[in-house]
């Protein structure tokens, strides 16, 4: 006798869950929205004032204070006194740049307004 070679009738299934919690998978994960922050921060020692854009306030924060970014270090400590969010990377960095060009009596009167 001869030895017999089993050929499968379908291909091996790939995943195990059905289609529909795979199509409820992907769902979720595309709807997930990233958002993007700008943030006012303030220095007591030197009475200044920072404005910046992150996708993380806490952990851009974090980087303040640890004086991991150049123009803020060693003039902290740092405390977040303005932040807006935004759906949109650009959204964001414009209203940044709007802000970078405020006065000092301006960025004030946007902290104020906000509490």
């Known amino acids: 006798m001869g030895s017999r070679v089993r050929v499968p009738s379908r291909p091996p299934k790939l995943f195990k869950m059905p289609i529909i919690t795979i199509g409820i998978f992907f769902y979720i994960l595309l709807s997930f929205e990233f958002m993007f922050y700008i943030y006012i921060i303030y220095s007591k020692a030197f ?43 650009k959204e964001a960095l414009i209203e940044e740049l709007r802000l970078k060009k405020l006065n000092r009596k301006s960025i004030q009167s946007l902290i104020l307004d906000q509490k």
């Open 47 to 89: 009475d200044v004032y920072y404005k910046g854009f992150s996708e993380d306030i806490a952990q851009r924060l974090l980087y303040h204070n640890e004086n991991r970014s150049r123009y803020t270090s060693n003039k902290g400590p740092w405390e977040l006194v303005y932040s807006k969010a935004y759906e949109t990377k």
